[in-house]
């Protein structure tokens, strides 16, 4: 597989200490739609099951897919939300070349890898950077999103590690409301697909309730399944039989939704 620089010369929030370069992995396939897929791991680092491993069973269900390696931690916000919006508008640019929907982009994502494409989802029309190229002219509007685990609430139900690594030790209130991704839903928001498990300790279930909720208020379609077992970062269940059957759900979701 081709990785390609995301931003290319002018990449936002670089500095002489803080040199990363952002980068998206195309996984072609024949399909009408196409899955952006963010890895998780607290905003500190990327789960390479959750990541380059997705894509390739999204490939295997005939689904293009592209691995987006963003940046995190020392890096914070709104750096990481950049990332993802630039994401977005990187593959609706580059559409024709792979064959795909410009109207068929849908992010997913895992832990904090969910709240990257959940932050898309609500935030793409925030202006987190100054526009770089023609590439930024694009919508960063997701067309669906696919939230497993996620990270939502930067409230009661906080991750501590994802919160601390995106906003801070000591975030202004402003600034857990605007990244608890739940209130911020519109009628705008994209369709969602969104799974979790009763017993993860990590991310509370309570974070992907919330967001269905908020999706269900303003009358955004959605697919919601909760497993009663299960731990925090199961990535595609294999070990865990009745979990993984998220990844069949999502397979005939995709199918509903038109994207292969």
Known sequence: METLNLWGRAIPYNTEELTYVPA???YPARSDGCVVVFAGGGYAMKAEHEGPVICEWLNSLGVTAFNVDYR???????TEASDALRAVRW????????????????????????HMAGTAS???????????DEIDSESARP????LCYPVIDMLEYRHDGSRQNLIGETPLHADKEFMSLYKQVTTETPPAFLWHTAADNAVP????LLYASALSKVNVPFEVHIYPYGHHGLGL???????????QSLDKWLDLMSWK
């Open 24 to 26: 998206i992995t195309p």
């Open 72 to 78: 995190v931690a020392p890096y914070m916000h709104p």
């Open 91 to 114: 593959v609706r640019h580059n559409a024709d070349k792979y064959g795909v929907d410009t109207r068929k982009i849908a992010v997913m994502g895992f832990s904090a890898g969910a």
């Open 122 to 132: 609500v935030h793409y029309d925030k202006d987190f950077y100054e526009p770089t």
């Open 143 to 146: 067309d669906a999103s696919i």
């Open 205 to 208: 279930v309570e974070n992907t």
């Open 237 to 247: 269940a294999h070990e865990e039989p009745h979990v993984a059957q998220w990844a």
